[in-house]
């Protein structure tokens, strides 16, 4: 069963609008959550976290926002840029407070930006 | 720091050979893990180490994998009898231990294809 699930495969925006990736989870034990970008032929590469204990963190132009009632996350990239086309993967982890550190992914929303 | 370092980066196999994928962490991180990617998928988790101790496997690591760490530095995972069910991308990735344990660090993936 998937715990964390990112139900649109792909996404397409043009250059400088906003793109919005969205991601929902299952378990009620999972309290910090990552965002990664991946580039064909490399690793996934961490982009940004939020803890459970907060609704929003900002880091230049990308945003992560927690609805932990709705158990649903969404990466807010603004503005949108052709260099960010890849494939973003959610990721949820449960103790934040006692360092356990294994992370569940999604499948992936393949972000495309076009000049 | 070089960052994860993986390898073979490519590994091409025939069906019921063994094949042994090592990583090498950040020198400073404690914790080691093991992923497993396959197509449209998102990483999955096999097992991870901290220092020396492996602390958790996945149901996915059958008795057919096996993975060390045995100075709690390098590890290697060893596939036994590869079957055409193990083509992957297996992904290698280290964190510290303590505040910053949530967010691995990827390498780059060691690509299996068995024939």
């Known amino acids: 069963d998937q715990q964390v699930k990112q139900n649109s495969p792909s996404l397409s925006v043009q250059e400088g609008r906003i793109s919005i990736l969205n991601c929902d989870y299952t378990?009620?034990?999972?309290?910090?959550f990552l965002w990664y970008k991946k580039y064909p032929a490399e690793g996934p590469t961490f982009l940004i976290s939020?803890?459970?204990?907060?609704d929003k963190n900002e880091d230049g132009r990308f945003t992560v926002f927690l609805n932990k009632s709705a158990k649903h996350l969404s990466l807010h990239i603004v503005p949108s840029q052709p260099g960010d086309s890849a494939v973003y993967f959610c990721?949820?982890?449960?103790?934040?407070?006692?360092?356990?550190?294994?992370?569940?992914f999604g499948k992936g929303t393949m972000l495309l930006v076009s000049p | 720091d070089t960052g994860v370092s993986q390898n073979p980066r490519h590994k091409i196999t025939k069906r019921g050979q063994n094949v042994t994928f090592r990583c090498d962490p950040i020198?400073?991180?404690?914790?080691l893990y093991w992923y497993r990617q396959t197509l449209g998928q998102g990483p999955e988790f096999l097992t991870y180490?901290?220092?020396?101790?492996?602390?958790?496997k996945s149901r996915l690591l059958s008795d057919r994998f096996s993975a060390e760490r045995p100075k709690g530095s390098f590890s290697t995972l060893e596939i036994q009898r590869t079957e055409q069910g193990d083509s992957a991308m297996y992904l290698c990735?280290?964190?510290?231990?303590?505040?910053?344990?949530?967010?691995?660090?990827f390498g780059a993936g060691s690509r299996l294809t068995v024939l």
């Open positions: 180490f901290q220092n020396e101790a492996q602390l958790e």
């Open positions: 990721a949820a982890s449960r103790g934040e407070n006692s360092g356990y550190s294994t992370l569940t």
């Open positions: 020198s400073e991180h404690n914790r």
């Open positions: 939020i803890s459970s204990i907060k």
């Open positions: 378990n009620s034990m999972f309290d910090y």
């Open positions: 990735a280290s964190s510290e231990h303590g505040p910053g344990a949530n967010v691995l660090t």
